[in-house]
């Protein structure tokens, strides 16, 4: 429905990258569409479209998303917004009670308010976390997040959560999708997007994580070592 996949996490101008990967690749991609009405045919499937188009094909692939399951959670009396509530370290409302994973609605101390991740890779990081907590460490979850994508020859990682920003810094050059790009929000970066450089992406995850406020040219500059931008402990 969005102009470009992935707006509200990356914007119009990283989001109609993306989009470009598809379409080079034969992709068909229809945006700012919706779908009207799928029709069964003897022989495949009809799509009729927001725009009044009519699309043949042999099946169709739906993806609208989940909801949180929190059904026993609330038959619990936890308190449920978009998931389980959970505080820095994972406790629900419940003083012995924590929660994890894709149902947990954390209160994330890096960003100052609450973040629902849906990836295995939080999964496993706070369900480790949620342990030791229980077990006696008495620490916030930082995670400050990480996903990844292979795309045809493309990798594509993403590190932090940009709930807005006025700022966007590019290294590289987005032409030969080669790149990162940082979010930065009145000077602070709170994630970095990176087409085939993990390596600096990772890297960045320090930064984010320390709240840190690095010199934009810096990050521009390809022969800046971004470990060498994170903040003193």
Request: net charge neutral.
């Given at each position: 429905m969005a102009d470009v996949p992935l707006?509200?996490?990356l914007g119009e101008e990283m989001g109609g990258v993306y989009a470009e990967i598809h379409r080079?690749?034969?992709?068909?991609?229809?945006?700012g569409e919706g779908v009207d009405a799928i029709e069964d045919k003897d022989d495949g499937v009809l799509v009729r479209?927001?725009?009044?188009?009519?699309?043949?094909a042999e099946a169709v692939v739906v993806g609208v998303g989940i909801a949180p399951n929190t059904e026993l959670a609330e038959t619990a009396g936890l308190e449920v917004d978009n998931g389980?509530?959970?505080d820095e370290r994972c406790r629900t409302s419940a003083p012995a009670v924590y929660a994890c994973g894709d149902v947990a609605n954390h209160q994330h101390p890096v960003f100052g308010r609450r973040i629902r991740v849906e990836h295995f890779d939080n999964a496993l990081k706070m369900g480790t976390h949620v342990a030791r907590v229980m077990m006696g460490k008495d620490e916030p979850?930082?995670?400050?997040?990480?996903?990844?994508?292979d795309q045809y020859d493309i990798n594509l990682q993403y590190a932090?959560?940009?709930y807005q920003w006025d700022d966007v810094v590019i290294r590289g050059s987005v032409?030969?999708?080669?790149?990162c790009a940082f979010y930065l929000n009145e000077g602070v970066l709170l994630a970095c997007l990176?087409?085939?450089?993990?390596?600096?992406?990772?890297?960045?995850?320090?930064?984010?994580a320390g709240r840190a406020r690095p010199d934009p040219a810096a990050l521009r500059d390809e022969d800046v070592d971004l470990k060498s931008l994170v903040p003193a402990s």
């Open positions: 707006h509200w996490a080079d690749h034969g992709v068909d991609l229809r945006t479209t927001t725009k009044g188009d009519t699309l043949e389980i509530l959970v979850f930082e995670d400050p997040h990480w996903f990844w994508s932090g959560f940009a032409k030969d999708r080669d790149f990176g087409m085939n450089r993990g390596r600096e992406v990772r890297r960045s995850m320090k930064l984010i």
